[in-house]
């Protein structure tokens, strides 16, 4: 294995971790968790420093700014990640079709189908 797929293979356990750690980050208005709901777009590493690309339901969320700090705090948490910025991105736009099934099956528990 070369070196840099060994440095492919880190990450990728490094984003599998963060992203299992973001499934304890709630949007407030949706009781799902922010990567089972779609939210989560991209993440690139450099070293033990993340930038995380993630997205809204819609783009008058008046938590915002809380949602992405936890994103970030939540993140920072995770071994080998010293530091973590969230961007958010409008595009691709949000949309139910990126709900994940386990994502549906909660939200169709609490009467909303999508």
């Not at 499934?23 to 993440?43: A, F, S």
């Not at 992405?68 to 991105?89: C, F, K, N, P, Y």
């Amino acid at each position: 294995m070369t070196d840099e797929e060994t440095q492919d293979e880190e990450f990728q356990e490094l984003q599998d971790e963060i992203l299992e750690e973001l499934e304890t980050v709630h949007d407030p208005e949706i009781p799902v968790n922010i990567v089972d709901l779609g939210l989560i777009y991209d993440m690139e590493f450099d070293g033990d420093h993340v930038d995380i690309e993630m997205t809204l339901t819609s783009m008058g969320c008046p938590t915002a700014d809380s949602i992405m700090r936890e994103v970030e705090l939540t993140t920072e948490q995770v071994d080998g990640i010293e530091s973590a910025d969230v961007e958010l991105v409008w595009q691709p736009p949000w949309s139910p079709e990126k709900v994940s099934e386990e994502g549906r099956v909660q939200l169709n528990a609490m009467g909303i189908n999508i």
